[in-house]
């Protein structure tokens, strides 16, 4: 559970004492343009830019509530974006493959299989440099840049006329695309409460739904393209790409890379942001790169049971978003129609995605709403494996398969509001990225020639997985009431801590959770 908990809907906010004045000067305050290199590296730079500021004002939760909104309306659309157009060129190839491109590039027996796992090989690859650029850079550029290059090689695919090509261009999608999950969880952590950020995760994430259902339409309507000498789906892969390509130039120009440098916000308005997430005790950027915090990951138990949860979680969302629209092809349908009935999917994606963010920011209990997610994936997994007898059966499983979708974000907001450190953080939201893709690695790989149409064994390993990721879910919930009793929490130390009247610079400091004897454990 949460110490800074339950209060109103996404505008709603709760924090220490920031400041009154929120003045409309919305200049560009010269501390954010400091490199903070005359300061104690230990502490976090935006300590120093509230300890440089001359504003010294207090806010009320009116104010918070209207700074909250200012920042959810810049911020949240631009993440939003940049995560429905990852998954809908992500997935394009499972679109792709029944618009005739197996067929066009004459692919054999598990190549298409391997082309989908490449990808993630590539990604999962690409998560080491992130680890240590990530520390390095500012986290919303490289964010830009990244968006920027997956989307010319998404276009880049149109040019694939056999598996090498085709192969080659899943690769470089793969790496750019490597940066977008680590990038998000860090920018989330920059401008809201670990109780704040339930809901803004819901709301970028959603995009994997939204892109279910856009890559629906945009498939059906490239399906109707009838020209021999420029096939539909590499139209379909040009016009995905140039999308992407300007989603990254506003990603790059106007995203901020910290709160100290956004220019939406007046002085006295960064302050108060600031003041308000110390509480995180998460930090929001220092470039010290600490080998300690790297080796105090290799035991920590609470990652490691994150990395097998998110493995365990991936597996089935592999097979769901590689294979969901070949799957329902095979029942008999159209290559127009199976791409229309594979939308269903992102409404329950984006409905219980929903349900779970809003849920957790009103009751917390994250452990709880994993497992909620994880049942309807086990009797989905049950449906596709025993039900082969019915059409609307195995339809049915699909769809209920796709909400453990929603369990991502629990595990990435699980990483994000639980390790403390700069580099301890860094390091473990590109872990458990690259856990994902491990998953997805694993989970194509199910799906046989020789298992084909109804490939049973990889049903059946949906339905295992998700009992297994529901079981994990439960033991870090034990793990993270135990490591809170062990720090010997108090509900007053908790209650106090960023109030007036304590140590500010401790709030600042870069620590790891195991560190600070203040950090709590968010369950």
């Not at 964010?143 to 470089?172: E, Q």
């Not at 915090?293 to 979680?313: N, P």
């Not at 049942?375 to 049915?396: E, N």
């Not at 909400?403 to 639980?418: D, H, R």
């Amino acid at each position: 559970m949460d110490s800074h908990s339950k209060s109103d809907p996404i505008t709603d906010v709760k924090g220490d004492s920031s400041s009154r004045d929120t003045s409309s000067s919305h200049a560009h305050h010269p501390i954010a343009e400091k490199g903070y290199g005359a300061h104690d590296q230990n502490l976090d730079q935006a300590y120093w830019y509230v300890q440089d500021s001359n504003t010294a004002v207090e806010a009320t939760p009116a104010e918070l509530r209207r700074l909250r909104r200012k920042i959810d309306w810049w911020i949240v659309p631009i993440m939003f974006a940049c995560y429905t157009m990852q998954f809908i060129d992500k997935v394009s190839l499972n679109y792709a493959a029944v618009m005739g491109l197996n067929q066009e590039l004459k692919l054999k027996a598990n190549e298409f299989s391997n082309a989908a796992t490449w990808f993630f090989i590539a990604f999962l690859i690409a998560e080491v440099p992130n680890a240590i650029i990530l520390q390095r850079v500012p986290v919303a550029k490289w964010l830009g840049a990244n968006v920027i290059l997956w989307g010319i090689a998404t276009a880049c695919t149109a040019a694939a006329h056999d598996y090498v090509t085709l192969l080659t261009a899943r690769i470089f999608l793969g790496i750019f695309e490597a940066a977008i999950a680590p990038c998000l969880i860090l920018i989330s952590g920059q401008w809201y409460t670990k109780s704040e950020q339930a809901p803004r995760f819901c709301i970028w994430y959603a995009g994997l739904g939204v892109g279910q259902i856009i890559g629906g339409i945009v498939s059906y309507g490239f399906q109707q393209v009838k020209n021999p000498t420029f096939l539909g789906w590499k139209i379909m892969f040009i016009v995905l790409g140039l999308v992407t390509v300007s989603i990254g130039f506003i990603t790059f120009f106007f995203l901020p890379d910290t709160p100290m440098k956004a220019r939406f916000l007046s002085e006295p308005e960064k302050v108060m942001l600031l003041k308000h997430v110390s509480v995180n005790q998460t930090g929001i950027r220092n470039k010290h790169y600490k080998l300690s915090q790297a080796f105090e990951i290799l035991r920590d138990i609470q990652l490691w049971l994150m990395v097998l949860l998110t493995i365990l979680i991936s597996i089935s969302s592999g097979v769901i978003t590689t294979y969901s629209a070949t799957l329902i092809r095979n029942f008999g349908y159209k290559p127009p129609t199976a791409a229309l009935l594979n939308m269903p999917s992102g409404i329950v994606s984006i409905a219980s995605t929903f349900i779970v963010g809003f849920g957790i920011r009103h009751t917390s209990h994250r452990w709880a709403w994993l497992v909620a997610c994880c049942i309807p994936g086990i009797l989905g997994g049950a449906l596709m494996s025993f039900a082969t007898g019915t059409k609307a059966g195995q339809l049915a499983g699909i769809y209920l398969v796709n909400s453990i979708t929603a369990t991502l974000i629990v595990i990435y907001q699980w990483t994000g509001s639980n390790v403390g450190g700069q580099t301890k953080r860094v390091i473990s939201v590109a872990l458990v990225s690259g856990s994902f893709s491990v998953g997805n690695i694993i989970g194509p790989q199910t799906f046989q020639a020789s298992d084909a149409p109804d490939y049973i064994p990889a049903k059946i390993t949906v339905l295992a997985t998700q009992a297994a990721a529901a079981l994990i879910a439960v033991v870090l919930f034990v793990y993270y009431v135990w490591a809170n009793k062990r720090k010997g929490a108090t509900l007053a130390v908790e209650e106090n801590i960023g109030m007036p009247g304590h140590d500010e610079e401790r709030l600042w400091e870069d620590r790891t959770d195991k560190q600070n004897p203040t950090f709590r454990y968010v369950y």
